[in-house]
């Protein structure tokens, strides 16, 4: 079992920044990946990044070049930095860690960015 709690969201205005972490309990020993998604009213979770042992990490197209996924070597912690922030950015951001018996999910926390 993964247990997962996500914090830093809040309200910001447009172009400026957030910091999301994760941090992870339990069986960390297991986790192989970690990301994050989002989902906005009426729409589906989308992946925003994800970093995966011994491989690089991905973004989607439109948080390229604003958004940084990092963590910690022990896989405790991951972390979502989110710069140059847009209204369409306006979401639940939820935390994620797969393992291979299944994907863990937080509870996920609100970014709202006001125009």
């Known amino acids: 079992q993964v ?11 447009a172009g400026g920044s957030l910091r999301l972490s994760c941090a992870a309990s339990g069986s960390t020993f297991s986790i192989y990946a970690m990301g994050w998604y989002r989902q906005a009213p009426g729409k589906q979770r989308e992946l925003v990044a994800s970093t995966r042992r011994g491989s690089t990490t991905n973004y989607a197209d439109a948080v390229k070049g604003r958004f940084t996924i990092s963590r910690d ?10 710069d140059s922030l847009k209204p369409e950015d306006t979401a639940v ?23």
């Open 73 to 82: 070597n022990t896989w405790h912690t991951v972390h979502l930095q989110m």
């Open 3 to 13: 247990q997962l709690v996500e914090s830093g969201g809040g309200l910001v205005q």
């Open 93 to 115: 951001y939820y935390c994620s860690a797969g393992t291979s018996m299944r994907t863990y999910w937080g509870q996920g926390t609100q970014v709202t960015v006001s125009s």
